[in-house]
């Protein structure tokens, strides 16, 4: 299995920018499609993005798309979530875990993203 942690969340004013980190565990994640995902209060847990084992084949949520870019790093077990123009409705914890088709992993403490003027 893999373990996950996030870091990069913080306060920032609508418009503002943002980069999360996931650090993945093990040499095994680099065979694994993984997403970032976001829990917003009194909501679901979704899917921002998507992204294949090889960061060839990305999807975006339609919310996030044109402002958002994920990308990942299979030598350092990485992957980031670039988030430009961010709106008060991107306020959540933001988690990273490997696509549902795998299998979810356990779920991490997240970092939290809060968006505000």
């Known amino acids: 299995q893999v373990q996950f942690v996030e870091s990069g969340g913080g306060l920032v004013q609508p418009g503002g920018s943002l980069r999360l980190s996931c650090a993945a565990s093990?040499?095994?994640?680099?065979?694994?499609?993984t997403g970032w995902y976001r829990q917003a209060p009194g909501k679901q847990r979704e899917l921002v993005a998507r992204?294949?084992?090889?960061?060839?084949?990305?999807r975006y949520a339609d919310s996030v798309k044109g402002r958002f870019t994920i990308s990942r790093d299979n030598t350092e077990n990485t992957m980031t979530l670039q988030m430009n123009s961010l709106k008060p409705e991107d306020t959540a914890v933001y988690y990273c875990?490997?696509?549902?088709?795998?299998?979810?992993?356990?779920w991490g403490q997240g970092t939290q993203v809060t968006v505000s003027s």
């Open positions: 875990n490997k696509d549902p088709i795998w299998g979810y992993d356990d």
């Open positions: 093990g040499s095994i994640f680099r065979f694994y499609a």
């Open positions: 992204i294949s084992s090889d960061g060839t084949s990305i």
